[in-house]
């Protein structure tokens, strides 16, 4: 069992460890490592001598050794003093009260931040937070920096929310076509991030999005087209590991974006044979690892035809080994998409996976579902020699570079100040709303319906689906598009009629509309039976203009057939609604193209709209 010494973590108040610590503490917590492991002031120094990386191996024990390979979730705003009901989540899942008790017993390598976790609620407290972690690892003995991770894809996914700045995701992004807005994306996440003490980031997506019918990919890929793909991930890696602020990192290997099964919930499986793999999903990830990618997540999917064992791509030595480094050349960080993800979990126990995992060539093991079970089955794993110690040297060895090439053992600690100057502040939030109208595609504008006039249409209804708010804006995206219609002149009011509305609902709606000088209706995923269908439909039929605007994927156009006008967005995030409502109001003018096709609803195999379409003002 692991050490379950919680060590000196020092009293923190509610919000955690506060102030920031001087340089003399920093290195008297380090043990003098920062300046034997310093990379020089360039950004473009070279990487950590690993004589001094190896020897630091050297003093670890093997329970210390098996810490360093887990990225752990953990609940609470303070790494000290988290809420009761915080509290008991841990105990509960974890066996410890805290993130400063989880460090201390498990000697974690990394720590994953979530919002359902409540580790991200204001800045602020993010930073104390990351500083409490940071303080609690490296007052234990032989303590190490911490690298401390999340999921901020931007669009539908992300961890903290405004007032950081939030871009548009990877569809998006895709649809504006500029490798630069990509670039500037990284710098801009990069540094708000880092400000926040997260040094290593979830993103960019790399998977390539064949499937219309992908449940977990969709618009959190930039598109069908793998050189496209492969041109914005390369761009966005660079622009996050700028001057070392942030380590991306390319998901989910080997391509996850021809799957009909959420792997969260299933076992997908990918037919693709390997001549398609090497021309459709391999690109991007080639293009990451020439960009210099720190680190790559797996997929828990499986690809028969680079191996086929049956296993999950995380625990597939031929797959991580023999084609990630070997072939690719890739000598980076390797971590596991969560192992408490279904897919990774079908065939093999959760004491087993993750020392498969390893054995195929993994470096970081995320979130498994019980850490207690995972970590002690590592540990038997090297006592019983199953794994040997050399074994997790190798990657704590590449562990370790990363976090002395992202600086960490000299700078481990951020400051309040730092997050003031830095995070959501007006030329950034100005950065986002200018890529954000760069990205907004016009599919359908027949008889030329928009812009809307607030002469001639003063007065807006909008309706629609409203589906929680993705990445901790405001929300909802009626409620968006209203206020920001409003602030362009029109008097505009929201009703929201959700992802599957009633016929009384829909019968508000379309009384509604009546009072109303033209409709905006936002669409979510709609199907050829869907309820929303039925509303478009019966909003047509009031004679109203009736503007469709697809807030997550662009393909509801091909079920909407009669409407005059259809925007996409390709998410409900408050930049991209403002960047939709300004180009309905003609504020803007629409720039974005399909990164996707979109086939015909009633014949799949033949496209309605296809790869680079979409309208500018004057054309049909």
Known sequence: MPDTSTGSTGSTGSTGYTATPSRRTILAATAGLSGALALGGTAHAARPDDRKLRALIARMTLPEKVGQLFVMRVYGHSATAPDQADIDANLKEIGVRTAAELVARYRVGGIIYFTWAHNTRDPHQIADLSNGIQRASLTEPRGLPVLISTDQEHGIVCRVGEPATLFPG???????????????????????????????????????????????????????????????????????????????????????GDTAVDSHYGFPVITHTREQWESLDAPPFRAAVRAGIDSIMTAHIMVPALDDSGDPATLSRPILTGILREELGYDGLVVTDSLGMEGVRTKYGDDRVPVLALKAGVDQLLNPPNLAVAWNAVLKAVQDGELTEARLDESILRILRLKAKLRLFEEPYVTQGGVDRTVGIPSHLKAADRIAERTTTLLVNEQGLLPLSRRTHPRVLVVGADPASPSGTTGPPTGVLAAALTELGFTATALSTGTSPSAATIARAVAAAGEADAVVVGTYNVTASSAQKTLVEQLLATGRPVVAVAIRNPYDVAHLPAVRACLASYSWTDVELRAAARVIAGRAAPRGRLPVPVQRADDPTRVLYPVGHGLSYGSR
């Open 170 to 256: 990877a569809m998006a992004i895709g649809a504006g076509g500029s490798r630069g807005d990509a670039r500037t994306l990284g710098r801009i996440a990069g540094q708000e991030l880092r400000a926040l003490g997260i040094r290593q980031n979830y993103s960019p997506v790399a998977d390539v999005n064949v499937n219309p019918a992908n449940p977990v990919i969709g618009v959190r890929s930039f598109g069908s087209e793998p050189a496209a793909v492969a041109g914005m991930v390369a761009a966005e890696v660079a622009g996050y590991q700028h001057a070392r602020q942030v380590a991306a990192t390319a998901k989910h290997f080997p391509g996850h």
